[in-house]
């Protein structure tokens, strides 16, 4: 018995990789790297792990996981739009969800693809918002940067995020 | 409690909106300061700080490392301009000892009362925002180290911003090219009076300026005092070269790692914003007191 429940405990802990695992590279895209010349801009990679999981295990990372990571993300970095990360993600995870048949085991040159058009609608939506909320067309070039190199590191991210999903317990969807 | 299947379909295709509008709401409201998120935020912060203080150690010995390797390379090079530098600097020692002399006896003419004595903390930045349109970084002192709401954030070379947020072991500085960031500024060589606005690019803008004033490339910009946030004659940056009225900050705001927060005993208009100031730790209340 209590090895049964000892196994079942430890399905449970796998089945929240998905969620820890985009947790994680919130905290990640917060740490001080100092890439000079560019500010504070660092890779979202919560983005990738959104795209990642919504494609493979969307039933381990669900609507109220994804809006619960996006308030984490805006309230560690201080932003005074607490839930516009949360609104971007979970128009991300929507959008992801539509398509994902477009994606499931494709090749990743166009996993790369899909990922460069999500990136960069998502930051364009971002620059409009705060641009609309701060009554100031903000200028594009940190946005386009954060874009640039956030699909630069995709490939990074997708990388570990396989390793992760390793973990992950198999579905039969 | 099990939910009739029908019901548990329409709250499923209901969560959706329902989220996007909450997010949303969030959002737009975000900007009324709202108390909640505050103290969310600090929470987190100092919840946290203990996993970002361990995560940033390994990539300050690297990019430390990095910094070696590249010192190596360059000492010959450095040796000269060293010693050029120590020539010019000989020089102004002399014409500083020569200058605090006279000072002290003009000080002692006009009975000259000097600012009240400053304390100051050294603090380590931990995280930054990593955002397109944020500028702030989080540092490892709060208000069990006398932090409070307000204070200066400086680096040996310039202004860096001010502190919005106090936890207990963590802080925010809202950094001097953030959006919400306003600072009262002087230009030195004609006395102008301006407003340095950050708007999310490196160099923040001079707005306010008098029409007829002149901004020449290469003015030094230092802080008015004006409002009571921060103290007059603080270092801050230089006119731009590149025009359209933009300073280059001294402090060079893409690499910080080690701060010095100042406490001035200022306290201006800040205090009376939605947050109240927290409650300064013992430590704290006794550099306040000797500051006034």
């Known amino acids: 018995m209590a090895h049964s429940l000892r196994q079942r405990d430890f ?106 058009v999500l990136a960069s609608a998502c930051f364009l939506f971002e620059w409009a918002f705060v641009s609309v909320i701060q009554f100031m067309p903000l200028r594009p070039r940190l946005f386009i940067f954060q874009a640039v190199i956030t699909v630069a590191c995709f490939p990074i991210g997708s990388y570990l995020l396989a390793l992760a999903h390793r973990a992950v317990p198999a579905n039969g969807t | 409690m099990r939910l009739s299947a029908p019901v548990k379909a329409a709250a499923q295709r209901l969560t959706l909106p329902f989220l996007i509008f909450v997010s949303a709401l969030f959002a737009v409201l975000g900007k009324a300061d709202i108390l909640l998120f505050d103290h969310a935020r600090v929470l987190l912060a100092d919840t946290l700080s203990p996993v970002f203080s361990l995560a940033t150690k390994p990539i300050a010995t690297v990019s430390d490392a990095v910094a070696t390797v590249e010192d ?131 160099q923040p803008r001079l707005a306010y300026l008098q029409a007829k004033s002149e901004v020449i490339a290469g003015s030094r910009i230092v802080t008015s005092g004006s409002g009571g946030i921060f103290p007059p ?35 201006g208009v800040l205090l009376q914003s939605a947050m109240p100031a927290p409650k300064p730790a013992r430590g704290a209340k006794s550099n306040a007191d000797a500051s006034r």
Do not use: C, K
């Open chain 1, 11 to 116: 399905g449970t802990v796998t089945r929240l990789v998905p969620v820890l695992s985009t947790l994680l590279f919130v905290i990640v895209s917060m740490l001080p790297f100092h890439i000079p010349g560019f500010g504070l801009i660092a890779p979202s990679f919560a983005l990738m792990a959104i795209f990642h999981w919504t494609i493979y295990r969307p039933d381990l990372l669900p609507l109220s996981a994804v809006f619960g990571i996006g308030l984490f993300l805006d309230l560690l970095n201080g932003t005074p739009f607490v839930g516009l990360s949360a609104l971007i993600f979970l128009l991300a995870r929507t959008a992801v969800l539509n398509q994902r048949r477009l994606f499931f085991e494709r090749p990743f040159l166009v996993l790369w693809l899909g990922f460069l």
């Open chain 2, 72 to 202: 190596v390379f360059s000492v010959y090079r450095q040796n000269q301009e060293l010693r050029e530098e120590n020539d010019r600097l000989l020089r102004w020692q002399e014409a500083a000892r020569r200058l605090a002399a006279e000072n002290a006896d003009l000080r002692g003419l006009i009975r000259f009362a000097p600012q009240g004595a400053v304390s100051s903390i050294a603090a380590q930045v931990i995280a930054d925002s990593g955002g397109a349109y944020l500028r702030n970084v989080m540092v490892n002192v709060g208000s069990n180290d006398g932090i409070q709401r307000g204070q200066i954030a400086m680096t040996g070379e310039g202004l860096v911003g001010r502190v919005v947020e106090v936890g207990t072991h963590t802080s925010r500085i809202l950094l001097l090219t953030d959006i919400n960031s306003h600072i009262p500024v002087t230009i030195e060589s004609t006395h102008d009076r301006a407003v340095l606005d950050g708007d999310n690019a490196d």
């Open chain 2, 233 to 267: 004659g603080l270092p801050v940056g230089v006119v731009s070269s590149t025009g359209g009225m933009r300073v280059q900050p001294y402090a060079d705001l893409s690499r910080l790692e080690i701060l010095r927060i100042i406490d001035f005993g200022l306290d």
